[in-house]
């Protein structure tokens, strides 16, 4: 099927356009310049950037992909989760297209669309699958049957999200906004084993009732204790050095989680979605110990691991395939969208 995606969660306004498993197009309009003297995405601002920037990002998606509207088979849109007055402007959207066109439309689950997008780089997801989602606003461990009747949540942070570490230790190492791809750079100079930072809910007494589940926060405020102590010696802080044990730290753990979540689950495929899954550190060291257990490692292109408009066509392409009710237009933007719901029901 011909299927457009439309996605507004957040500080992206993304608009793809997919056949089957093939990307055609994937037009992107960001507002992360406008939120970076604040030190996050701030929700007003962002919806006033959607609203703004979602028409002439659906025609630059048509044309880039060489079609018309009246050409598509059905029109996805994220309903959920994230900033309700951001979500609200694609479902708006996504329903004026449907409505004027005259075609179906599913409400789909923006992190299942993580999920969903490796598809388009890598062909069908074998399952089941381990699927470990990382981004600005999730960690979590996910079990995949079957990717459209929903996933079953091993574990998930307890409290900071990973890429939310990343922010906020970058914020505080005065690196900027956002901070994952700035720390990824600045590491790659430093020695990811000269400073020795927790590995959060890894020893015995923690796995016992958290076994896949994550905590960053303690690393964080860890990061930022080391620094004030150098800053209060009269120190310079090495930023690479920082980086490179902070990002070591965060990878040693996601990537031993997922793992195990693997082979306690029998499942020999990993798929790692979110903006986290951009980190280059993350990617190699996924591969280098899935490799050691026979687990194939799935992992998009970094620019379809942040958010996107393809992610949730690929995502409407597989409800389309797998002959899933579309939902109804009156369906709504759900800012607390749970896991278990793909899409929202017709
Ligand atoms: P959610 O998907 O949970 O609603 P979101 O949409 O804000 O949250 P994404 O766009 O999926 O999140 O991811 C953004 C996050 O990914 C940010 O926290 C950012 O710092 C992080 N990120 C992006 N690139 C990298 C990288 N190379 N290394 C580490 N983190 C990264
Ligand atoms: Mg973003
Ligand atoms: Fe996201």
Redesign the pocket.
């Known amino acids: 099927p011909l299927v457009l995606g439309i996605e507004t969660?957040?500080?992206?306004t993304g608009i793809g356009i997919v056949r089957g498993h093939t990307l055609l197009a994937d037009a992107l309009a960001s507002s992360v310049d406008q939120h970076a003297r604040f030190g996050g995405?701030v929700p007003e601002v962002a919806s006033r950037a959607h609203l703004e920037a979602i028409v002439p990002t659906m025609q630059r998606a048509l044309d880039d992909a060489k079609v018309t509207l009246a050409d598509i088979d059905a029109i996805a849109v994220t309903s959920g989760?994230?900033l309700a007055g951001a979500l609200l402007v694609g479902v708006a959207a996504a329903k004026g297209y449907a409505l004027a066109a005259d075609k179906p439309i599913y409400g789909v689950n923006?992190?299942a669309a993580?999920v969903a997008v490796d598809t388009l780089e890598h062909g069908p997801l074998p399952e089941p699958a381990v699927a470990m989602?990382?981004?600005?606003?999730?960690s979590s461990l996910l079990l995949v049957d079957d990717l459209t009747n929903g996933v079953t949540p091993l574990g998930a942070t307890i409290d900071d999200?990973?890429?939310?570490a990343?922010?906020k230790v970058?914020r505080l190492l005065g690196l900027g906004f956002?901070?994952?791809?700035v720390?990824?750079r600045t590491a790659k100079e430093g020695n990811p084993r000269s400073i020795a930072f927790p590995r959060g809910l890894t020893a015995p007494k923690d796995l016992a009732a958290h076994r896949f589940d994550f905590s960053f926060s303690g690393l964080k405020t860890a990061v930022a204790r080391w620094v004030e102590a150098r800053e209060r010696d009269g120190e310079p802080v090495p930023l690479a050095d920082v980086s490179a044990s902070f990002?070591e730290a965060v990878c040693d753990v996601l990537t031993a989680k997922a793992i195990e979540a693997c082979r306690t689950n029998g499942v020999s495929t990993l798929v790692i979605g979110?903006?986290?899954a951009?980190?280059?550190r993350?990617r190699v060291l996924a591969e280098e110990r899935a490799a050691k257990h026979g687990i194939e490692v799935r992992v998009p292109r970094?620019s379809l691991?942040?958010?996107n408009g393809a992610m949730v066509a690929a995502l409407g392409s597989r409800l389309v395939a797998a002959g899933v009710a579309p939902s109804r237009l009156d369906l709504p933007a759900d800012s607390a969208m749970p896991l278990t719901t793909v899409s929202v029901a017709g």
Not at 133 to 138: F, M, P
Not at 178 to 181: E, N, R, S, V, Y
């Open positions: 969660s957040c500080d992206e995405v989760p994230g923006h992190l993580h989602l990382v981004s600005g606003g999730h999200a990973a890429g939310e990343f922010d970058a956002p901070g994952g791809p720390i990824d990002q979110g903006g986290v951009a980190n280059s993350l970094p691991c942040t958010d």
